[in-house]
């Protein structure tokens, strides 16, 4: 079955500490995957995603991932956090139906991060 | 540039009404999909479309739950005799077309609906 794993439901750092929220996935075929964040009472809002090519990917705000396809992760990074950061990000997987017609994302549970001033 | 918009943004139906719930995507869009959002939970699929066609039905939960996009841009998603364990916040994502570069699905606010 494909699943995506985030095996931490809060993350806490200091402002200006380096931050690493991690995911960890299982699907068939070679992944596509991404990091969202939701804001309290806002919709989710698209980071970055990893299809293919360079295993460092950069997005919005700083943040980037690195894909890691021996360990099937997908951890999100930021050099240095800020207290703006403080909100619940969800890593998620394109899955790959038998079909093909299937382009549903499969979602972790999410993680809380708390940036501390 | 306007985004993915839903409505109402919140919906209080009493166990056994009706509702139903509207998402505009982006223009141009292809692709709709429909989740539900539990509360402390990730999004779970609930429907998929291309145009008008609904190509991925899985999700439904049951036989009460039903969507179209008659016309390949909004769409709507209908409740039929509420249940309490269907509220939850409803989103709706679109994304360009298919192919590698535009499967990027961007989301609407929600839809908070509350079953009393």
């Known amino acids: 079955a494909q699943s995506v794993a985030q095996p931490e439901d809060q993350v806490n750092v200091a402002e200006g500490n380096p931050l690493t929220v991690k995911c960890t996935y299982s699907v068939s075929g070679n992944p596509y995957l991404f990091w969202y964040v939701q804001y309290p009472n806002r919709g989710l809002q698209f980071l970055l995603k990893?299809?293919?090519?360079d295993n460092l990917v950069k997005g919005s705000y700083g943040f980037e991932a690195e894909f890691n396809k021996s360990q099937t992760s997908f951890h999100l990074k930021k050099p240095s956090a800020l207290v703006s950061d403080s909100a619940l990000y969800f890593c998620?997987?394109?899955?790959?139906?038998?079909?093909?017609?299937?382009?549903?994302?499969?979602w972790g549970l999410g993680t809380s991060l708390a940036v501390n001033p | 540039g306007a985004g993915v918009s839903q409505s109402p943004r919140y919906k209080v139906a009493k166990r056994g009404q009706d509702v139903a719930l509207r998402c505009d995507p982006i223009?141009?869009?292809?692709?709709l999909f429909w989740y539900q959002q539990a509360l402390g939970q990730g999004p779970e699929f609930l429907t998929y479309?291309?145009?008008?066609?609904?190509?991925?039905k899985s999700g439904l939960p049951s036989d009460r739950f039903f969507a179209e996009r008659p016309e390949g841009s909004v769409s709507t998603l209908k409740i039929q005799r509420t249940q309490q364990e269907d509220s939850a916040v409803y989103l709706c994502?679109?994304?360009?077309?298919?192919?590698?570069?535009?499967?990027?699905?961007?989301f609407g606010p929600g839809t908070r609906l509350l079953v009393l």
């Open positions: 998620a997987v394109r899955a790959f139906g038998r079909a093909g017609n299937n382009r549903k994302l499969i």
């Open positions: 990893y299809i293919t090519g």
């Open positions: 223009s141009g869009h292809v692709s």
């Open positions: 994502a679109s994304s360009l077309r298919q192919g590698s570069n535009q499967e990027t699905q961007y």
């Open positions: 479309f291309q145009n008008e066609a609904q190509l991925d």
